[in-house]
Structure formats: structure tokens, C-alpha cells
């Protein structure tokens, strides 16, 4: 099966900072690649799917890219609504795995 | 709007069984199917497999074969996800999803705790 590796485990960042998460799959996964934020006590939410492409109602401030086996998603400015937990998902082939999850809390 | 709406917090005993359900509303429930995530405490997410609502087709996670059932019922657009033979390690939030892939539609999440 094909790993999914985020980096980092975690992050701290100031308001207005530009914030890079990076996903590595063991295998190429073309564009098959999600991102989701998921806050404390709540299911995840939809960010970025095939690799690039932002969900809708989702603030511009998120993009993502990438393409294979590494993908990036960056946040232009952090925001404090920001804080979460980042995962990404490959869905190319099952099984639909996720990353190990990336925190981002506010410094 | 798209809703998903699970059952509610379960306790059980160590080898007992859980059914878990997650009614969809909002959209045509065949067009999509449903996937089942699960979220140990402190843990980050688990896929554990997807039944398309259309055919009843299943695809299980590995670590889950032999011991989850998926279903639908599609009269009243209802998923279910039993898991048998609970053991510690499967105390988790449990998560419905509309699978497309990937998954723009989650359900609350379902707690189920498995304790002696």
C-alpha cells in the first residue's frame, strides 16, 4: 500500500505568516491528493482536491500544489481561524490513506 | 443543504459489536458513496473502507477485513458501519463521509467507547 508522510508533526507561526505543509507519497499518485483542516471536537473539512484545486468557500489564502509524490499546501497569511490539524489523503486507488497530520498553532 | 447525521455515543463491552448510522439528506444518495473514517483519541484519521450506495459494493480497509460490515439502506438513505469483536484500541470517534472521492461532506461523528 502507499504511505502517505506529512511534514512537519507540527508548527508555530505568527498572524500574517506564510505557513508550507509538505505530503510525500511512497508511490506516484498523479494529482489524487486532498488537503483538510480539521478543528478541535469536528470532522474534517474539504480545504484543496486534486492536489491544486480549492474547494468552494474556502478562502484564497490556501493553495496547493504539487504533483506524483510531493505536494505542497501553503497558507499566504496565517490567520488565528487557522489553527487546526492539516491531513492530506491520497484517493487515486484504495486504500484512501491519510497523512499522519500536520498542527498549526499561532506563536 | 448536504447533511450527514450519525447516531449517537455507544459504550461497550470488550467483544461486543457496534452499529453505527449515518443518515444523508440534502443531495441523491445514490449518486455518492459512503465512506468510514475513524479517529482514536488524540490519533489522527483511519480510512476503514467505502460501499458504493448505488450497487452495494464494498472495499474495506485491510486492518478492518473480517470484522466491519458497510451497508446501505437506500429507502431511507441511511449508511451503517458495524465493526464485531471490539477491542480497547477501537475506542474512536467514528466518521461518516460522502466519498466521491475525496470527501466534501461529513457527518458529527459518532464516539464509541469500548471498556470492561
Known amino acids: 500500500d502507499i504511505q502517505m508522510t506529512q511534514s512537519p508533526s507540527s508548527l508555530s507561526a505568527s498572524v500574517g505568516d506564510r505557513v508550507t505543509i509538505t505530503c510525500r507519497a511512497s508511490?506516484?499518485?498523479?494529482?489524487?491528493l486532498a488537503w483538510y483542516q480539521q478543528k478541535p471536537g469536528k470532522p474534517p473539512r474539504l480545504l484543496i482536491h486534486t492536489a491544486s484545486t480549492l474547494q468552494s468557500g474556502v478562502p484564497s489564502r490556501f493553495s496547493g500544489s504539487g504533483s506524483g509524490t510531493d505536494f505542497t499546501l501553503i497558507i499566504s497569511t496565517l490567520q488565528p481561524e487557522d489553527v487546526a490539524t492539516y491531513y492530506c489523503?491520497?484517493?487515486?486507488?484504495?486504500?484512501?490513506?491519510f497523512g499522519g497530520g500536520t498542527k498549526v498553532e499561532i506563536k | 443543504q448536504v447533511q450527514l447525521v450519525q447516531s449517537g455515543t455507544e459504550v461497550k463491552k470488550p467483544g461486543a459489536s457496534v452499529k453505527v448510522s449515518c443518515k444523508a439528506s440534502?443531495?441523491?444518495?445514490?449518486?455518492?458513496?459512503i465512506s468510514w473514517v475513524r479517529q482514536a483519541p488524540g490519533q489522527g484519521l483511519e480510512w476503514m473502507g467505502w460501499i458504493s450506495t448505488h450497487d452495494g459494493i464494498t472495499n474495506y480497509a485491510q486492518n478492518f477485513e473480517g470484522r466491519v460490515i458497510m451497508a446501505t439502506d437506500t429507502s431511507t438513505s441511511t449508511a451503517y458501519m458495524e465493526l464485531r469483536n471490539l477491542r480497547s484500541d477501537d475506542t474512536a470517534v467514528y466518521y461518516c463521509a460522502r466519498h466521491r472521492p475525496p470527501y466534501d461532506a461529513w457527518g458529527q461523528g459518532t464516539l464509541v467507547t469500548v471498556s470492561s
Open positions: 508511490q506516484g499518485i498523479s494529482n489524487y
Open positions: 440534502g443531495y441523491i444518495f445514490t449518486n455518492y458513496g
Open positions: 489523503q491520497k484517493y487515486n486507488t484504495a486504500p484512501l490513506t
